[in-house]
């Protein structure tokens, strides 16, 4: 696994706010076994099948901190492409989708 994470500083709860890229060259699990986690919407990928999911919190629920965990995942050429994010808010769905499209 190749994995490339942008993170901000420790919040309230010792979390840090992050944006994580991870590259799996001839993984283990499908599109479908990752989707049978629940919650994700079928999109599409450079053309390919994916898979996106969201969900927020607030501060009540999580010690206090309010925020957003994005996952979308795709294959290409037998390589899985993950990109997750955890933030104070959802980046918009087609921005996360516009970065997957721009990866090389």
Not at 44 to 73: F, M
Request: charged share 15%; aromatic share 8%; net charge negative.
């Amino acid at each position: 696994m190749i994995a490339l994470l942008y993170s901000g500083g420790p919040v309230g709860d010792g979390r840090a706010y992050k944006i994580l890229v991870m590259q799996t060259a001839n993984p283990e699990n499908s599109l479908e076994v990752l989707a049978l986690a629940g919650g994700y919407e079928p999109v599409n990928v450079k053309g390919q099948p994916a898979i996106y999911q969201q969900s927020c919190w607030t501060a009540a629920e999580i010690d206090g901190q309010a925020g957003c965990r994005q996952h979308l995942a795709w294959f290409e050429n037998g390589t899985r492409y993950e990109i997750e994010s955890f933030l104070p808010t959802n980046l918009p769905e087609e921005t996360l989708l516009e970065i997957a499209e721009s990866m090389q």
